[in-house]
């Protein structure tokens, strides 16, 4: 993926254009040449360290992707449109056990939801071990507001000081 620098969670000599979680990595680059030299360096790592890649599971230059439930393109970073396809049309949760389920989801993605902990704290405090289960007007208000935050949640981009 060729996009902007500066995202966080990258480390190491190419912290600038690497992110890794487990067993999955991203190379992002400013530029077409750039993203060649990245993706040789990270190459020359894996293979120094006896780690390899599957083929198969690569996608090399590419403009926009997917990665851990995320779209990352040049613009920045969106949520993945199938979760926003799947936020908008989940009904409204019969039990805990559904509501866990839904909260999960939200929480996954809550760096795009500004005020998220307060939108979702009347959905939190059902969600405990013992907590009685009350689905009442301002439980559905803070479902839908979720729901609403999600399925409209911005690009997020990378700092850029220049």
């Known amino acids: 993926v060729r ?7 990258a480390r190491g000599p190419l ?8 067993d999955d ?3 992002y680059s400013p530029s077409l040449e750039q993203h060649l030299r990245d993706v040789r360096e990270v190459l020359a790592i894996l ?3 006896k780690l390899y890649v599957k083929a198969s599971k690569c996608a090399f ?4 992707l997917g990665f851990l439930g995320h779209r990352v393109s040049g613009a920045g970073v969106s949520v993945d449109p199938r979760k926003v396809a799947a936020v908008r049309d989940w ?3 019969p039990s805990n056990v559904e509501l866990r389920r839904f909260v999960g989801l939200c929480n996954y993605y809550r760096r795009f ?3 998220y902990a307060d939108i979702a704290a009347p959905l939190t405090r059902l969600c405990g071990p013992h907590a009685p289960w009350h689905w009442g007007p301002l439980e559905q208000q803070s479902f839908d507001a979720l729901k609403r935050c999600l399925t409209t949640a911005p690009v997020l981009r990378t700092f850029d000081p220049g």
């Open 113 to 115: 939801v500004d005020g």
């Open 91 to 93: 009904p409204a949760p």
């Open 61 to 64: 230059g590419r403009e926009e």
């Open 25 to 27: 990595l991203l190379c």
């Open 15 to 22: 912290h600038r254009s690497v992110v890794v979680y487990m």
């Open 3 to 9: 996009t902007e620098r500066g995202v966080p969670g």
């Open 47 to 49: 293979r120094q360290e």
